[in-house]
């Protein structure tokens, strides 16, 4: 077993390790800030407030979204002998369905509309990925659910994969006695727990709503003042779907099995190794790495600016950038 590969194996056995027990908190607010806006202004007063910061938020995130697709189809194509710009085109149009989906999936206090604006954003998200590899940009549909990733494509047999991440998430949550809620689950169409009252963190007087790991949603049953469950669900959801956008990464990896064929130990295991997909997974241990540095790296991190951007109800004070 070569070095690379043991330095291979080594980062993506401590990034399943852990990488899902480091949750994705939302809405977290101290004591203090809480009081401070409740006697200075009314919620409403608040509320109307962080609208008006907002737009500009969601215009930053949909600008983003653009940018961020038409350069990974434009970049891709290019790679293999098309041309950049009108790749860079089709990105562009898939960047805005991506777009679409999270403004609707934003909106799941309401039934079905978080399975719609996540089926929605697979959409988008498969179109890009399909120009990126120099495939007709409708030619293959991409979703999934839980640890389970479903490819449709035409001409082909329906394929599926499976993401070794969220199964670690459902375990823990299970583990930490959180309700597996089906109804939730149903409407969002990802697996969805729930806890009971607030989580304080670490006795500082911060608590959380909800956390995602991967695209498993967790958040307060209980915590209806305020929206704070809403607000809360809507939070996570957004997270749930930044883990589609980085599917993209195991179809440019090369051939697992052949990896794995070169590994000591695991290369009895080289025929499976083509149904796991990591991608998600990787690109999750990438942006928590800053957090391990300092705290406040959470408040910046682009997961972060983006689910409290798109999160609705919005409030003045959920993120330092909408005060
Ligand atoms: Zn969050």
Same mark, same amino acid.
């Given at each position: 077993?070569?070095?690379?590969n043991k330095?291979?194996?080594?980062? *993506?056995?401590?990034?399943?390790l852990?990488g ?7 809405k977290q607010e101290?004591?203090?800030?809480? !009081? ?5 202004? /009314? *919620? ?5 407030q962080a609208? %008006?910061?907002?737009l500009?938020?969601r215009?930053?995130?949909?600008g ?5 697709n038409g350069?990974?189809s434009?970049?891709g194509?290019?790679y293999n002998g098309?041309d950049f ?6 990105g562009?149009?898939?960047?805005? !369905?991506v ?9 799941n206090?309401?039934?079905? *509309?978080g399975a719609t ?6 959409l988008g ?5 399909n120009?990126? *590899? ?9 979703? %999934?659910?839980?640890p389970?990733? =479903?490819h ?5 047999? /329906?394929?599926?994969? =499976?993401?070794?991440s969220?199964? !670690?998430s ?5 583990? %930490?006695k959180?309700?597996?809620e089906?109804k939730?689950?149903?409407?969002n169409?990802?697996? =969805?727990?729930?806890?009971? !009252?607030?989580?304080?963190?670490? $006795?500082k007087g911060?608590f959380?709503?909800?956390?995602a790991?991967?695209n498993?949603m /967790?958040?307060c049953?209980?915590c $209806?003042?305020?929206?704070f %469950?809403?607000?809360s669900?809507s939070h996570?959801m957004?997270? =749930?779907l930044?883990?589609s ?6 179809d440019?990896m090369?051939?697992k099995?052949?990896m794995v064929?070169?590994m000591l130990f695991?290369h009895?295991?080289a025929?499976?190794a ?15 790495l800053?957090?391990l540095f300092?705290?406040?790296a959470?408040w910046?991190s ?6 409290y951007t798109?999160?609705?109800p919005?409030?003045?004070?959920s993120?330092?950038?909408?005060r």
């Amino acid at each position: 077993m070569g070095l690379k590969n043991k330095i291979m194996a080594a980062a *993506l056995g401590l990034i399943t390790l852990f990488g899902p027990t480091i949750n994705i908190h939302s809405k977290q607010e101290t004591i203090e800030q809480k !009081v401070e806006y409740k006697t200075e202004i /009314t *919620l409403e007063q608040n509320k109307a407030q962080a609208r %008006d910061y907002n737009l500009e938020g969601r215009l930053t995130v949909l600008g983003f979204d653009l940018l961020i697709n038409g350069l990974k189809s434009g970049i891709g194509a290019k790679y293999n002998g098309d041309d950049f710009w009108p790749a860079f085109g089709k990105g562009i149009l898939s960047g805005a !369905v991506v777009y679409a989906g999270k403004e609707i999936a934003s909106f799941n206090e309401f039934p079905f *509309l978080g399975a719609t604006g996540k089926l929605v954003h697979d959409l988008g998200v498969s179109m890009s990925d399909n120009v990126m *590899l120099s495939k007709p940009i409708l030619s293959r549909y991409v979703t %999934d659910f839980g640890p389970l990733e =479903v490819h449709f494509e035409k001409g082909k047999d /329906t394929k599926i994969y =499976v993401h070794i991440s969220p199964i !670690v998430s459902i375990i823990k949550n299970f583990a %930490d006695k959180n309700k597996f809620e089906l109804k939730e689950t149903i409407y969002n169409f990802t697996p =969805v727990f729930s806890f009971e !009252v607030p989580l304080e963190i670490q $006795q500082k007087g911060e608590f959380i709503g909800g956390y995602a790991s991967q695209n498993i949603m /967790t958040y307060c049953r209980n915590c $209806q003042t305020d929206n704070f %469950d809403l607000s809360s669900k809507s939070h996570e959801m957004n997270h =749930v779907l930044f883990f589609s956008e980085f599917r993209f990464i195991d179809d440019l990896m090369p051939k697992k099995s052949e990896m794995v064929e070169k590994m000591l130990f695991l290369h009895p295991l080289a025929p499976l190794a083509d149904y796991i997909r990591i991608g998600p997974m990787l690109a999750q241990g990438i942006f928590i790495l800053p957090k391990l540095f300092s705290e406040k790296a959470y408040w910046y991190s682009p997961q972060e600016l983006e689910a409290y951007t798109m999160q609705r109800p919005q409030y003045k004070n959920s993120h330092p950038f909408y005060r």
